[in-house]
């Protein structure tokens, strides 16, 4: 035996009388031949019990001299007839057309006038294909009756439902036990004469409802539609009217298509009861967390991992009876929270509100969980991807104490210090745009004694700019001491969000202010120095530039006006301070006037006092350059014109070679340092007096840095003893390093003006300084 319904096989209703033996059955058993006859069929289990519970209506015989049939009101396509074997069957429209022994249910073979009901014997197909006897309940009756019977039966069981609108469902064990337990609350009065249905109140897509096989299911809302026999648990086939709660051998699924028999309990209730029992749940769970108030989540990845990634700070619902919820610390507006399809989710959302909960969407969730199960104890992560996709992700949820969050952060940052003080400082270079130039420089750490917070960088030559680590939204910024004294996110620059311990030269993406609230991406340069790695890389920006100036080694300022017309003039290379890492000009006219880059970036006109310090301040500046860029590429020139007050003036600094400014001099230097090729030691002798130990001794001719220019010599057992040569003055001196880096008119002893080119062995009037500076 076997087979099964043609789907949307559609029945046709006979005309052909019901033959006499037939009709007398159905006349004695009903008394009456003007009552419509119903078979009502109870009691069967196993695959194909959706087809067989129900109430069959009477149809006509084909033949005329054939047994009736019964079409099952529920399944059009289910019928109940006397099939060629003298067996009544269960099966479809084409099996009965053809009285074919064939379906889902057979009776013992009978007498023509035999009717189902009489019979309580029955064979039924299994699951594998075998059949199985058993007892169904079978009754005949008026179809009026048989449907007032349902209707009445489920009539008087809305009565208890209206006073109790609640099941709660506990015990259930296994994989889907979540779904099967739980507080399942009355969706809506049932109609007349129909069964409830009720909903879980956690998961919108789990239902209880009274299926076609006579059995009360917990499935999704798909199969409630159809009042399909599948799901995830059923109670044993129970008469119409019976309510959940009077159910008994209940049996949950595995979830490998095999269901096991627990021992549910099912408890009818009110609407307070149920919200009571889901309170107790959470608050459980919530005193079960003690101290333990907030949860960590790391090793989420993808394009959303660093939001889901973080620190999520505990919330109670004011009442206490609901579902927790988590704020991320970094981001206000990201959430963790128990949605209404029982999975926790995260995502960006405003102010979460307990009691309007969230509907699910957002980066990621975790499989469905029971009322009082928290985060840390769920598993199933999956994370969103491009196209509406999810991938399963095992990123970690961990309960910690504050104190064990602060000590964890301390510790990443306490591992991270020790790589900065190898390296103190940075250099932030590649911005462009109008921030570019508060943007690009050297960042230096500064020792604030925090230890185990994340380390703070100064600006190089600036006060008021700094690089520090904004915890809100855990990136690194480029700002103000405003708002980096609030470690307030908020500047010229910033970097992708980090986890903590992420010292800026690890972060792979930057976006610059761009203006009008908008952000462009730009690929920054951020590198660590160690104090030598800075100095070399600092002295090799300038030599560079130097060698590239090396033959234009004069700039000339033209543009200022007013009292600071002064400042215009020719400026000339020194050559000794590229040995400083540095590139400084000194006015040829006036030797207290001196052109450099200071610590703010800019290159300044100003005295000699603020070029030794490299201060920022003077009487004109340019604007922030990048290092190792020379006056002649550097723009945005302003000039002070007393107290605070400055103005933009549009400078020209132009590179000239000395041939340009003064070709005749230029011309004698170089004969006269080629003459000393073949004697370059100059020896001094017969200074008396004091200083006369600071005059003497042998002076070595040192390598020329520029062509065309006056050599220098050193005395050859001290090196802070040189005889160099002052164009202003015309004349030889002898003196310090540091005299003879700036072209001091100050020293131990001088010549009388010579023409350019005369070297200090043709030079006369030679004159010492007395020890105590009273004269010459």
């Not at 969980?369 to 985060?375: D, E, I, S």
């Not at 980090?498 to 908008?518: H, I, K, N, R, Y």
Request: aromatic letters at 10%.
């Amino acid at each position: 035996h076997g087979g099964g319904p043609a789907v949307g096989e559609q029945a046709m209703v006979d005309a052909v009388p019901i033959p006499k033996v037939w009709q007398e059955a159905l006349s004695w058993q009903l008394s009456g031949n003007d009552v419509a006859p119903a078979i009502t069929v109870a009691g069967a289990s196993g695959q194909c019990v959706g087809q067989i519970n129900g109430i069959y209506e009477l149809r006509y015989s084909s033949s005329g001299d054939g047994a009736p049939s019964f079409q099952q009101r529920d399944g059009r396509d289910v019928w109940l007839y006397m099939a060629g074997d003298m067996r009544w069957w269960i099966s479809n429209a084409k099996s009965k057309d053809a009285r074919a022994s064939s379906g889902w249910a057979y009776s013992t073979p009978v007498d023509p006038g035999t009717l189902p009901n009489e019979l309580d014997a029955w064979g039924l197909i299994q699951r594998d294909g075998q059949w199985e006897d058993h007892k169904l309940q079978v009754t005949l009756s008026s179809l009026e009756d048989a449907a007032a019977s349902a209707t009445e039966a489920w009539s008087r069981a809305a009565l208890d439902v209206a006073a109790a609108p609640a099941m709660i469902v506990r015990g259930a064990k296994g994989m889907r036990s979540t779904l099967v337990n739980g507080a399942f609350l009355l969706s809506e009065p049932p109609s007349d004469g129909e069964a409830p249905c009720f909903r879980n109140s956690e998961f919108d897509d789990t239902w209880l409802y009274f299926a076609v096989d006579g059995r009360w299911w917990i499935s999704s809302t798909e199969r409630k539609k159809r009042r399909e026999a599948s799901g995830w648990a059923f109670s044993q086939p129970v008469a119409a009217g019976t309510l959940p709660s009077k159910c008994v051998g209940w049996r949950v699924t595995l979830g490998d298509g095999h269901f096991m028999e627990q021992s549910l309990q099912i408890e009818s209730c009110g609407l307070e009861e149920a919200e009571t029992f889901k309170a107790t749940a959470w608050s459980r769970a919530v005193r079960a967390l003690r101290t333990k108030q907030a949860l960590v989540v790391k090793g989420a990845s993808g394009s959303n991992g660093s939001y889901i990634n973080g620190i999520y700070d505990l919330q109670l619902d004011p009442k206490g009876v609901l579902a927790p919820s988590f704020v991320n610390r970094d981001f206000d507006d990201v959430s963790l929270y128990y949605c209404t399809d029982g999975r926790w989710w995260i995502t960006r959302s405003a102010a979460y509100d307990f009691y309007d909960p969230c509907e699910p969407g957002g980066w990621a969730h975790s499989r469905q969980a029971g009322r009082g199960t928290l985060p840390h104890k769920v598993g199933g992560w999956k994370i969103s991807l491009p196209g509406g996709t999810w991938k399963p992700q095992n990123f970690e949820v961990a309960a910690k104490t504050n104190d064990e969050v602060d000590e964890s952060l301390a510790l990443a940052w306490r591992d991270a210090f020790a790589g900065v003080l190898q390296k103190p400082s940075i250099d932030i270079s590649g911005a462009t745009g109008d921030n570019a130039s508060l943007i690009n420089g050297t960042y230096k750490l500064s020792i604030t004694g925090d230890v185990g917070k994340p380390p703070l960088f100064r600006k190089q030559g600036e006060v008021d700019t700094w690089l520090y680590f904004a915890q809100k939204g855990r990136k690194w910024w480029v700002s103000s001491t405003k708002f980096k004294d609030a470690r307030q996110p908020a500047g010229w620059a910033h970097s992708d969000t980090v986890e903590a311990g992420t010292l800026p030269t690890s972060v792979g993406e930057w976006s610059v202010f761009a203006g009008s609230d908008s952000w462009e991406s730009q690929a920054l340069q951020v590198v660590a120095r160690s104090s030598s790695e800075l100095v070399a890389h600092v002295a090799g920006a300038w030599r560079k530039a130097y060698s590239d100036m090396i033959h234009l080694p004069v700039v000339e300022i033209t543009g200022a006006s007013g009292e600071l017309g002064s400042i215009n003039g020719a400026y000339e290379l020194r050559p000794s301070y590229i040995d400083k890492g540095t590139l400084i000009f000194q006015n040829r006219v006036h030797e207290g006037i001196w052109l450099y880059p200071g610590k703010d970036s800019r290159w300044w006109v100003s005295d000699a006092k603020r070029k030794d310090a490299r201060d920022a301040g003077g009487w004109a500046c340019s604007e922030p350059v990048e290092l190792g860029t020379p006056p002649t590429s550097a723009g945005g020139w302003s000039v002070c014109h007393g107290g605070h007050r400055w103005t933009s003036e549009s400078l020209k600094i132009k590179a000239k070679s000395l041939e340009d400014v003064d070709p005749l001099q230029m011309a004698a230097w170089k004969g006269a340092v080629d003459a000393l090729q073949s004697t370059p030691t100059l020896r001094i002798s017969g200074a008396v007096g004091d200083v006369a130990a600071s005059i003497n001794g042998m002076y070595e001719l040192q390598p020329s840095l520029a062509v065309g220019t006056p050599p220098v010599f050193r005395e050859r057992d001290d090196n802070d003893r040189w005889l160099y040569f002052i164009p202003r003055e015309g004349s030889w001196w002898i003196g310090n390093t540091n005299r003879k880096d700036d072209c001091e008119a100050k020293g131990w002893a001088r010549s009388g003006r010579v023409d350019p080119g005369t070297l200090p062995s043709a030079a006369g009037d030679w004159k010492a300084s007395s020890r105590g500076g009273g004269g010459w």
